[in-house]
């Protein structure tokens, strides 16, 4: 199954991000569910495609007699969008969306998801660390949402074009290999250069890649542009990249887990890593909508993807990584090396090392500052950069 997160823009309208300070857990918010109750027969969920594929779908439809309506989006700005029609908080139409960790915040700071009661998800009890309380999904304790999968972003090069082996993001900088490198078309890409500025210019002061003051989103901005030049295109989704490597077209690049064993199943000569600046990584959350018109089907759904069983299934199908760790022998019966091949049986500190995805908002998450540059003002530094 192809991954798609495509980054196509939306209205600008859709980038809204609201102030932390003014998020309050019970500001205008549904009470907190204590009991699932009787479904009410149907879900509408917002996804990225196949995240309710009928292959481990199915089984919950006959179990709960709640049947799936999707709505499949190719972007988190498309998915943000959707979430704020009709009056925003789903708009009493959509019930959970699949939101990644560029849209989520957004979504908490927009009042247009619920809190959830995670004591009524047996599974999340199992997550790994990294996973139960995110930033990217839980705000001053409370929790948005029930994280679900997630995967690194890594350094991708081929082998035999590539020497020596690179062992920083400088490889995606270096104009030897002009016109050979390829890097998503997202603003999110812009953490990405802030990790490897805040690993390698220490003056910036750079304390989060997602928490930017003007200055420092000018550095990374900079460092980008610079970069253009070099590039042979921004890649839209993981097909593109995959192609371009199997051409010859690309050596180097930044990439997921899942173009890395595409390519190595094709016997392309190619090898990922996580440099040793580290790396920004992607986390999907199930999101329960304000507005949600079947609450007790989007909790028995929450409740099930959690299990090791379907995070395996939908791993495999989708090409990404389990929050849940016991999804690991569900996932090698399934696809023989697979648990170790999506890195689920790392060490924690794996996944520790990891800067997840999540919405740039004013309120810095350090020094108490209020100045760093919210999602539009990154939307606007990537549309100079990419046009």
Excluded at 12 to 21: E, G, R
Excluded at 23 to 37: E, F, M, N, R, Y
Excluded at 124 to 145: C, E, I, M, R
């Amino acid at each position: 199954m192809k991954r798609f997160r495509l980054a196509a823009f939306a209205a600008a309208a859709a980038a809204l991000a609201v102030p932390a300070s003014s998020v309050c857990a019970t500001d205008g918010q549904p009470s907190l569910l204590q009991k699932i109750g009787k479904g009410e027969g149907t879900l509408n969920v917002i996804e990225w495609p196949a995240y309710t594929d009928p292959s481990f779908a199915k089984k919950f439809e006959q179990q709960t007699g709640c049947k799936i309506h999707r709505k499949d989006a190719g972007s988190s700005n498309e998915m943000v969008s959707l979430m704020r029609t009709g009056g925003g908080g789903g708009g009493g139409q959509y019930d959970l969306v699949s939101a990644s960790g560029d849209a989520s915040l957004r979504l908490i700071y927009g009042g247009d998801v619920q809190p959830v009661n995670v004591k009524l998800i047996p599974s999340w009890k199992d997550f790994l660390p990294a996973f139960k309380s995110p930033p990217h999904n839980t705000v001053k304790g409370v929790h948005y949402g029930v994280s679900l999968q997630w995967g690194p972003n890594t350094l991708l090069y081929n082998t035999k074009k590539v020497s020596p082996a690179p062992t920083s993001w400088s490889a995606i900088y270096n104009a030897k290999y002009r016109g050979k490198i390829t890097v998503p078309n997202n603003p999110i890409q812009i953490a990405d250069a802030a990790l490897y500025l805040m690993k390698t210019k220490a003056s910036l002061g750079i304390k989060d890649p997602y928490e930017l003051t003007k200055p420092q989103l000018d550095a990374a901005t900079s460092l980008l542009r610079q970069q253009k030049p070099l590039l042979k295109r921004y890649w839209n989704s993981a097909t593109d990249e995959i192609q371009d490597f199997k051409a010859g077209d690309v050596v180097v690049g930044a990439s997921w887990p899942y173009q890395t064993l595409q390519l190595q199943a094709a016997k392309a000569p190619v090898k990922e890593l996580i440099p040793k600046e580290g790396a920004t990584g992607w986390a999907d959350t199930w999101m329960l909508a304000k507005k949600a018109p079947h609450a007790n089907c989007a909790y028995m759904w929450m409740k099930y993807a959690a299990t090791p069983q379907v995070e395996a299934k939908q791993a495999i199908v989708f090409g990404e990584t389990p929050v849940n760790p016991k999804a690991c022998p569900f996932m090698n019966q399934l696809q023989k090396g697979s648990c170790a091949q999506y890195h689920l049986n790392a060490p924690a500190s794996y996944s520790k090392s990891i800067k997840f995805w999540k919405t740039p908002v004013k309120d810095c998450g350090w020094g108490g500052r209020k100045d760093c540059m919210d999602y539009n003002a990154w939307q606007d530094a990537w549309s100079k950069i990419t046009g």
